[in-house]
């Protein structure tokens, strides 16, 4: 009896022990500077990379990007400008990227608008199959915010991961 006491002790306070190890953070905190030296902070998900205006994935793998002029003066009033926008096609778009639809995302008192188009996917040398854009807007601070994810589905796989980085977006 003496030899079992002895062992639910130890257990017990190597289960205490382990519980009162700090854990360990999932999300880390970055700073994108834009090209007119505005600062943009937010966090990202430990396993992500931000490099320029590129984030990365553990593997390498573009998760998403700060559009070119990311805050601008807005030449869009809301979501449904910035869609028609999208639904014609930018200028610079190659090989007819096709609009798939769109949703609307408020986080934070935030309106986020977001389109998905299927457009060709740039492997670093050349168009090598299609992929998926999630291009999101919103009205922050009285610019125009774009940042764009992509994904080889319709449907972004890390959905939880995408809403808490623009949900922590603020500007400096």
């Known amino acids: 009896m003496k030899?079992?006491?002895?062992?639910?002790?130890?257990?017990?306070?190597?289960?205490?022990?382990?519980?009162?190890?700090p854990a360990l953070p999932i999300t880390k905190t970055e700073v994108f500077v834009d090209e007119n030296g505005q600062r943009i902070r937010f966090t990202l998900p430990v396993r992500w990379q931000?490099?320029?205006?590129?984030?990365?994935?553990?593997?390498?793998?573009k998760v998403a990007e700060f559009a070119p002029g990311t805050l601008a003066?807005?030449?869009?009033?809301?979501?449904?400008?910035?869609?028609?926008?999208?639904?014609?096609?930018?200028?610079?778009?190659?090989?007819?990227?096709?609009?798939?639809?769109?949703?609307?995302?408020?986080?934070?008192?935030?309106?986020?608008?977001?389109?998905?188009?299927?457009?060709?996917?740039?492997?670093?040398?050349?168009?090598t199959g299609r992929w998926y854009t999630h291009d999101f807007f919103a009205i922050i601070n009285k610019?125009?915010?774009?940042?764009?994810?992509?994904s080889l589905q319709p449907q972004l796989q890390n959905q939880a991961d995408v809403r808490r980085l623009l949900a922590s977006i603020r500007l400096e």
């Open 3 to 21: 030899w079992f006491l002895a062992f639910l002790f130890c257990c017990t306070m190597a289960t205490q022990a382990v519980g009162q190890q």
């Open 50 to 61: 931000l490099a320029g205006s590129t984030i990365t994935n553990k593997t390498g793998a």
């Open 73 to 127: 003066n807005c030449a869009h009033q809301n979501g449904a400008a910035y869609l028609r926008e999208l639904k014609a096609g930018y200028p610079d778009d190659m090989d007819n990227p096709r609009f798939v639809g769109s949703k609307t995302l408020v986080l934070n008192q935030t309106t986020w608008t977001e389109g998905i188009r299927n457009v060709p996917a740039w492997d670093g040398k050349a168009n």
């Open 143 to 150: 610019k125009c915010f774009l940042m764009t994810f992509y």
